[in-house]
């Protein structure tokens, strides 16, 4: 079973536009001495797509070294049968799959492709279910027969916040199935619901708050999870005011954790002003 926090590692870039592998190394050693169960490497906040082949490798060599030498666990985002094979050779926990975007198969076709994927990888798979990016909805009962599938382990739950099919799934959740948050405003109601911790970009900031969130609801300690569910939750509002992970990277720069905030096309750089609310929600959080 998956729990805890699991943080996906943005891509920071230098002033010649190359990856910043000295400064993902510091990110990876940080979050996870604050606590993080775990990293996720190559996912969407980690701009995948606009990284050439051989940085997508320097990437996962790099995190996965981290992740051995700290005992830490690794989801690699993952599609594709060569993909799932880098993530098995590099010892990965599981590997964060997409539930099939643009396309939109229907459930039946989901659950056709997950059954295939996770027959031949030769690692577990966490679906990731994000249907505003996907355009492909997954209903409770969906969700409940990939979790009955051999090999596969879990969901990151991102459907837009919590919905009925949220309630639903969390009422009689699949056992040793995790379901991690994945919308990070909505964390704290996913824990109350009886989630099992959450993969959030928004905890590169305040990783250690975070972890006291879910901590806090796994103890039953309501007094804490009063006092950080709504400053967290503000702080991922701020965070997520543009484009994934722009803001963030934005913040880092400002605390002189990467050497620039920059992007790659077809995202831009974050605004002044909501950098600057978002490091104001940082700096009151501590």
């Avoid at 599609?79 to 099939?100: C, F, H, I, K, M």
């Avoid at 994945?182 to 993969?199: K, N, Q, T, Y």
Wanted: aromatic share 4%; hydrophobic share 45%; charged share 20%.
């Amino acid at each position: 079973m998956l729990t805890g926090l699991f943080v996906p590692l943005i891509t920071p870039f230098d002033r010649e536009d190359r990856v910043a592998l000295d400064a993902v190394e510091a990110l990876a050693d940080q979050v996870l001495a604050d606590g993080a169960t775990g990293l996720v490497a190559l996912g969407t906040t980690g701009e995948p797509g606009a990284l050439t082949p051989a940085e997508q490798r320097a990437v996962l060599n790099l995190t996965a070294r981290v992740c051995h030498e700290r005992g830490a666990q690794l989801l690699i985002g993952a599609n594709s049968p060569e993909a799932l094979r880098d993530a098995a050779g590099r010892g990965a926990t599981a590997a964060l799959t997409l539930v099939p975007p643009f396309l939109r198969p229907g459930e039946e076709g989901v659950v056709a492709y997950f059954t295939k994927v996770a027959a031949e990888s030769p690692v577990p798979l966490v679906v990731y279910d994000i249907p505003y990016r996907t355009g492909q909805h997954l209903s409770a009962a969906t969700l409940r027969r990939l979790a009955a599938l051999p090999n596969v382990i879990g969901v990151k739950h991102a459907p837009g916040g919590v919905t009925d099919d949220t309630v639903d799934l969390l009422a009689d959740p699949p056992a040793g199935f995790a379901v991690l948050g994945g919308e990070d405003a909505f964390l704290s109601p996913l824990l109350a619901l009886g989630g099992h911790g959450g993969i959030l970009a928004s905890a590169h900031v305040a990783t250690s708050r975070f972890v006291e969130l879910i901590e806090a609801w796994e103890k039953g300690d309501l007094t804490a999870v009063r006092a950080l569910t709504g400053p967290l939750g503000a702080l991922s509002r701020a965070l997520f005011a543009e484009p994934n992970p722009t803001v963030i990277k934005g913040v880092l720069h400002a605390q002189g954790r990467i050497p620039t905030a920059e992007v790659r096309l077809p995202l831009l750089p974050a605004s002044a002003a909501h950098v600057e609310e978002a490091v104001r929600r940082a700096t009151a959080l501590g």
